[in-house]
């Protein structure tokens, strides 16, 4: 399943990405906003011309009882992320902790200047299950389980550029 979400995010273009390969924002970005259980920064590299960040990553346990005794407890994965500086891209591959040669999600996000202080985020998503009869239902629960997530990290990071009130 492939599928695309935009959002308009009010914040630049440059500083998003910066944010993306920013651990400590990212934590709370994904527990904040994103409401996973658990987010581990692993690795980090941003000194030379690509830059490479790896987490681990424990969702919400909100599955379908049927997807929970499929891969049982303590689901997580590890997310890849690369960037080649001055590149409008980045792009993600998600390694699961259970049932690797059954599951696939990647992604890659473009971001795209919408003005001084704003940018256009187009995340252009790949989930695919290779479960005989079920797998179009997980790879649905998946679809909407990143949307809401994008929903809300949309709006945190718009909140990133909007001056304090004092």
């Not at 399943?1 to 990405?17: G, N, P, T, V, W």
């Not at 994103?34 to 969702?59: C, E, F, H, S």
């Not at 909100?62 to 891209?89: A, C, Q, R, W």
């Not at 890659?108 to 001084?116: C, D, F, K, L, N």
Request: hydrophobic residues 40%; charged residues 25%.
């Amino acid at each position: 399943m492939r599928f695309s979400k935009e959002h308009r995010i009010e914040i630049s273009a440059s500083r998003l990405i910066e944010l993306t390969f920013d651990p400590a924002f990212m934590k709370r970005l994904n527990i904040e906003a994103m409401k996973v259980q658990q987010y581990d920064p692993l690795d980090r590299n941003v000194a030379g011309a690509v830059w490479t960040m790896k987490n681990r990553i424990t969702p919400q346990d909100n599955m379908p009882g049927f997807i929970k005794k499929l891969v049982g407890g303590g689901f997580n994965y590890e997310e890849s992320v690369t960037h080649t500086k001055g590149s409008d891209s980045v792009a993600a591959v998600m390694v699961p902790s259970v049932m690797r040669d059954k599951l696939r999600m990647a992604y890659t996000m473009r971001v795209i200047p919408a003005g001084e202080n704003a940018c256009r985020r187009i995340m252009d998503w790949e989930v695919e299950v290779k479960i005989f009869g079920i797998g179009g239902q997980i790879e649905k629960f998946a679809a909407s389980e990143i949307e809401r997530s994008l929903e809300s990290s949309a709006s945190f990071l718009s909140k990133q550029g909007q001056p304090v009130a004092v």
